[in-house]
Structures are given as C-alpha cells and as structure tokens.
C-alpha cells in the first residue's frame, strides 16, 4: 500500500454510477432504512447522459411533467438532499473484489487509492456508443466522424459545432435528436441514413425532429463508403437488399464535412467484469434474476447498464427496487420483482399519414381525426384531442437550448412553455446571442422574446 492508499471504510450499499439508475438506487437503498449509503460517480457531478440531454421528453411519468434532462437529473439528485447518502464525485470505481459476506471496492480520485469495503453493490454505470470500427464502414479515415453523444456533448457543453453540413448514420432516438438539435444551430442537416425498413425511433422523433425541418431519410440504406483525406468530403449511400447487402448501381454521393454514427448503445461493464458478475454475451448487459442480483450474491445492477432503456422515468423506477432489494438481501428478507413490460408504449417508426402521436404521456396514443364525425379518435382521454387539434392548427414545442455563460459555460435553458413551431428556430438564433452571469438557479428567468404571439420567457433548465 502506497502513501495515497488508505483502506477502510464499510457500507451497507454503494452504488456505482450517479445517473438517474444510481441517484434512485441510493435513495431507495436509504428509504428501506441502509445506513451507510455511498455513492459514487467519476464525473464532476451527478446525473449521467442526463447532463448533456437538454431536450425535453423527460419525466412524465415519475414527475408527471415535460422536463429535459439536466432538470430531471437535477430533480433526481435534489431527492437524496437530507437523506444522509454520501456522493463522492470526480471519483473513478477502478473494481470490485467479490467476497462471501463483503465486497471490496477500489476507488481512485484526486485524493488517491482507496479500497472501501460494503455488503452490497449496485452497479449502475450507464452505457457507451457503438463505434465506426464496430460496424466497420468501408472508405478512408479523415477527421469529421463523431459519435451522437460526443456530438451532443461538443454542442450542448463544450459549446464546439462539429461541423456545417451533416449525414446521420442511424435513426434512433439519439440520432434523430442529434439531427433536429444541429440544425437549429445552423447546420444542414443533409440526411438521416437507416439500415432497417423503418425508422428505429419513436414516431413523434421522425415528426418533431426530422419532418419539422425537412430532413430527408433513407431507409433501408447504408453507407458504403467515406470519403475525404484529412477532413471528410462526402459519404456514399447505397440501398441494401433483403440480405441486407448493397445494391450495385444505386449509389449516390452525399456531400458533407460531418457523418454523426447514432448506431447503437452498450451496456458499459468493465467494472462488473472486474467483480466476475455474468454478462449477456451479445448485448454485454449485466444479468440478473428478477430481483436484479447478478451471478454473485449481494451485488445488484440496474438502468443502461444492465439493459438499454428508452425512458429515465423506468430507469429511476428500477433503480428505486434495486436499492429496495439490496437491503432486503442484508436483511434475509423477500425482495420485489421487476416487471420487464414496465417500458414506454410509443408507437415506433415511420409515424401513419394523418396520425398524431400524442405526446403528453408515455401511453403516446396515436390520435387521428374522422373528418365525416368532425371528432378525434384513438385518444385515450380528453387531452389528446386537444394537443391532436393543436398540432393541426398551430403546432408549438417547447424552446430547449442553451446560453452561454460569463465564464464560458453553456447553461442549458428552456422556454417556460410551448412556443410556435415556426418560430422555433429564429428564437434559438436569438437565445445564442445572450450572455448570462453566473450563478443562476434552475426556473430563473434569464431572458424575455417574443414568438409573434405573446412574450416567452426563457429560463435556466441548471444550475450552474
Ligand atoms: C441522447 C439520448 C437521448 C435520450 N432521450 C431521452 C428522453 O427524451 N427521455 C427519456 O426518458 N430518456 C431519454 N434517454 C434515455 C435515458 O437518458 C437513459 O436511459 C438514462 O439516462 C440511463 O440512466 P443510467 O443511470 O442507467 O445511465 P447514465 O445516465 O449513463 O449514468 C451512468 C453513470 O455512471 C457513471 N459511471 C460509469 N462507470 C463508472 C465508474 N467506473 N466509476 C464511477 N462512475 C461511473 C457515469 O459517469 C454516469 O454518470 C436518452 C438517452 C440518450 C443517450
Ligand atoms: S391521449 Fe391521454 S392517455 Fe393518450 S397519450 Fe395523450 S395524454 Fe396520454
């Protein structure tokens, strides 16, 4: 043991991971009446993908309102305010030495090594992206290649655009996102590239962030070829038939600076693997029984890490039970049993002609209207008629976008309620040129525009 090494500590759960999987994990842990909850995150704060995620669609089920995600995240952490749960951030999980009755963690930070040791575990480390190289897309190497998350997080935190003219390569949810958010920066957006059939996405993302802003896509198609030498030039796309293989002849030349690959998600599991748990050997999630314990006894997993999941809102549902279920097996008591159903219903795919996805609540009901009964149909309550109707007549979305800070930071704001659809994108223009001083708290006013219609208050969606 070095000077830096110190050992030990003893818990009754730590939780590996701050984002909304590990935040719930702590308080449910706590709320079941753990007293020594440790949780620990390797970034400077808690929340996870959350952070960089500033869209809205967050929260209606858990919190019953329209949040983005560094409002969930915030809400989430402000939970475990007063509980007693330690968080160590800026604190890297390096393994776990799984033993009969306790656990060995170590952990490194700025303070150094330190091995802490805890009855229980709950792993709830998120998920990474899918690569080029792990789909191996034929062409030359030059720069301009990104992943969606580490272009959502150049544009939304580090402030940095990518690039001026962009093909998507994949069109889930992350992609689709990623594709709308580009272009109300400025970019052109040239097209959205799927393998499959269908869209892989919700309904209501091929609508709000592609069909708003005209952004083509080409289903059942690929890229077959990169090219460019030091700075991409352009991408090749070919159709792929029923094999899924190219089509000699249908290539076409996109020209373009930036591919943006948005083609999968992985559970990330380096530290479960140090601790020996069983892993799924083709999607790499952590397996567990129905009680979320993995092969070894009195370690639990949750969230991305054990399988990729659409919604936070079940994410925090689950990771609530694996905290719950971690003190259960301290006790020798019966644990709860996760119901795998419990996941969002929204329609995926192409969304039907003349249909709207309602999207005031994950039942996500396709609502359409019977122009012979002059009545809207498919809606499960009342509030779908009205957002179908709204939709069809002067369609609104909520502002989300950020501002910068005095001291160089991005703060993520959004506007304090829907706005016109069309207009959306001249009050983006607008927000990008305020400058704000910090400190600002979460809901604060940090500026007022006008969307034709009435005044729109623009307000942070941090605190930073
Ligand atoms: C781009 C994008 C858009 C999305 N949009 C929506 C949406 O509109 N609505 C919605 O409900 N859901 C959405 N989701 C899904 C939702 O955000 C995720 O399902 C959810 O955040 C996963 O939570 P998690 O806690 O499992 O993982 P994460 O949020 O990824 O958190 C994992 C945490 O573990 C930490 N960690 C990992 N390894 C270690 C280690 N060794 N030591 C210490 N810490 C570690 C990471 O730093 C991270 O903070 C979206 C996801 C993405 C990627
Ligand atoms: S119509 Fe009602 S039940 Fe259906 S998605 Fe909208 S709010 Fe939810």
Redesign the pocket.
């Known amino acids: 043991m070095n000077r830096s090494e110190t050992s030990t500590t003893q818990y009754d759960v730590l939780v590996?991971?701050?984002?909304?999987?590990?935040?719930?994990a702590a308080k449910g842990a706590r709320e079941a009446g753990a007293e020594r909850v440790l949780l620990?995150?390797?970034?400077s704060r808690?929340?996870?993908?959350?952070?960089?995620?500033i869209?809205?669609?967050?929260?209606?089920?858990r919190y019953r309102q329209q949040l983005t995600?560094p409002e969930?995240?915030l809400k989430a952490e402000a939970e475990l305010a007063d509980m007693g749960i330690e968080l160590l951030t800026g604190?890297?999980?390096?393994r776990i030495d799984a033993q009969e009755h306790v656990h060995v963690v170590t952990?490194v930070s700025a303070d150094g090594l330190k091995h802490i040791e805890t009855g229980t575990v709950i792993l709830?480390?998120?998920?990474r992206?899918r690569t080029r190289g792990a789909i191996a897309i034929p062409g030359s190497r030059p720069a301009g290649v990104f992943t969606?998350?580490v272009t959502?997080n150049l544009v939304n935190v580090r402030n940095v655009m990518p690039g001026k003219r962009v093909v998507i390569f994949g069109s889930g949810?992350?992609g689709m996102?990623?594709a709308r958010r580009l272009t109300l920066e400025g970019a052109h957006v040239e097209a959205v590239v799927e393998i499959f059939p269908q869209p892989a996405g919700l309904s209501r993302n091929v609508s709000q962030c592609l069909y708003d802003y005209d952004i083509p896509i080409f289903c059942s198609h690929t890229i077959s070829n990169i090219i460019g030498k030091k700075r991409l030039e352009a991408v090749e796309i070919s159709a792929l038939d029923q094999d899924m293989q190219p089509v000699s002849g249908t290539e076409r030349l996109i020209e373009c600076d930036t591919l943006v690959l948005s083609v999968g998600?992985i559970p990330?599991n380096?530290?479960a693997q140090t601790a020996g748990v069983a892993l799924d050997a083709k999607t790499n999630g952590v397996i567990t029984d129905e009680h979320l314990q993995t092969s070894i006894c009195g370690i639990f997993a949750?969230?991305?890490?054990?399988r990729?999941?659409?919604?936070?809102?079940?994410?925090?549902e689950q990771?609530e039970m694996a905290g719950r279920n971690a003190v259960a097996y301290l006790r020798g008591a019966e644990m709860d049993t996760w119901d795998e159903a419990r996941t969002?219903s929204m329609a995926k795919g192409f969304p039907e002609e003349g249909v709207v996805t309602c999207t005031l609540c994950p039942t996500g009901c396709q609502v359409r209207f019977n122009e012979e009964t002059g009545e809207y149909e498919g809606n499960k309550c009342k509030r779908g008629a009205q957002f179908a109707e709204q939709e069809r007549t002067a369609p609104k979305r909520i502002l989300t976008t950020t501002v910068k800070l005095a001291d160089g930071r991005l703060l993520p704001v959004r506007s304090a309620f829907p706005v016109s659809k069309q207009k959306l994108p001249q009050l983006v223009r607008q927000t990008s040129e305020i400058t704000v001083s910090p400190p600002v708290k979460c809901g604060e006013t940090v500026t007022t525009l006008q969307d034709g219609e009435r005044e729109v208050a623009v307000v942070a969606a941090a605190e930073m």
């Open positions: 590996v991971g701050a984002g909304p999987g590990g935040l719930a620990v995150e390797r970034d808690a929340g996870g993908i959350l952070n960089q995620c869209h809205d669609g967050f929260g209606i089920v995600g969930y995240a604190c890297h999980v390096l952990v709830a480390t998120g998920c992206e969606a998350g959502q949810d992350v996102i990623m998600l990330e380096e530290v949750c969230g991305n890490a054990r990729i999941m659409d919604l936070a809102d079940f994410v925090s990771g969002s």
